[in-house]
Structures are given as structure tokens and as C-alpha cells.
């Protein structure tokens, strides 16, 4: 899968690349049908309770960082230029549409670049995956969130 698409594998003098919904990856139907799994839009539906906003996620496998920004609004504050996680991202944004929220991105979604541990990483990760399955196709079920305040 490509990397550093969007970043070059460099961070930038003047600030950090964002994301758009628009640069996300188009699903397959397949794609949809991952999304749709009940247990993961549940742990959707969970994140966004409004005793969560403010939490944060980090999203190990998939590639991001996801944060209860209330009502119903999940933020990725950061993903990995990897496609993967771009595709993880899409996948991110079907189901949580499906649980009744909506994902934003730009302005607040920083961009980084694949280091080189990351990679190691990544490849394990796209190993650990069954035939035809994604590292994104489920989420943790047990609500490891943690909090923090953002300006």
C-alpha cells in the first residue's frame, strides 16, 4: 500500500497537512458491509455519549486518533499518510455515520507522516488481518478511552 502520499514522508516548515472527506478512499460494497458490523457501530454509538465528550481514542491498528467532540461529532485529530489508515478513516466514517454521528476532519485532522517504526508496525498489523479483512474490520468493545481538554 502507498505511503506518504499526501506528506512526502516530511514534516512541513509552516505547519501540518489536513484532511478532507473528500480525499477519503471510496468503499467497496464489501467495504460497506465491514462498516455496518452491530458491534462496531455500538462502540460508536458508546463513544459519542455525552459523558464521553472530550475523550480521546488512539486507534493503534487503524492509524488515528478519534475525540468525542460532542453532539454527536467525532474528531480525528490525527491519522498516519498511509493508505490504510485513509481506508480505516472511510471505514471509520460509514459507521459512524451509521451510528448517528458524523466524523470531522479538516481543519483539525493533522497528517503525519510514516516513519520508519511505523512502518514495521503497519506490516504486521496488514499480517495479523485474515484473507480479504482489513485491520479496521473491528474495534476494541471494551471503552479504553481516555480524556483530555482541547482548546
Given at each position: 500500500?502507498?505511503?506518504?502520499?499526501?506528506?512526502?514522508?516530511?514534516?512541513?516548515?509552516?505547519?501540518?497537512?489536513?484532511?478532507?472527506?473528500?480525499?477519503?478512499?471510496?468503499?467497496?460494497?464489501?467495504?460497506?458491509?465491514?462498516a455496518a458490523i452491530?458491534?462496531?457501530?455500538?462502540?460508536?454509538?458508546?463513544?459519542?455519549?455525552?459523558?464521553?465528550?472530550?475523550r480521546y481514542h488512539w486507534f493503534e491498528r487503524q492509524g488515528f486518533t478519534l475525540q468525542n467532540a460532542g453532539a454527536g461529532v467525532i474528531r480525528c485529530v490525527y491519522v498516519v499518510d498511509h493508505a490504510s489508515?485513509?481506508?480505516?478513516?472511510?471505514?471509520?466514517?460509514?459507521?459512524?455515520s451509521l451510528a448517528g454521528g458524523c466524523l470531522e476532519l479538516a481543519p483539525f485532522t493533522v497528517v503525519s507522516p510514516m516513519l520508519e517504526g511505523d512502518k514495521d508496525e503497519q506490516a504486521e498489523c496488514e499480517e495479523e488481518a485474515g484473507p480479504g479483512e482489513t485491520p479496521s474490520q473491528s474495534f476494541p468493545q471494551e471503552s479504553s478511552v481516555v480524556g483530555m481538554e482541547v482548546a
Open positions: 500500500m502507498q505511503e506518504n502520499t499526501m506528506t512526502n514522508g516530511t514534516y512541513l516548515d509552516e505547519g501540518y497537512i489536513t484532511l478532507r472527506h473528500e480525499q477519503l478512499p471510496t468503499l467497496t460494497a464489501s467495504d460497506l458491509h465491514a452491530p458491534d462496531n457501530i455500538a462502540f460508536f454509538a458508546d463513544f459519542m455519549l455525552k459523558q464521553n465528550v472530550g489508515s485513509l481506508h480505516n478513516l472511510a471505514l471509520v466514517n460509514e459507521t459512524v
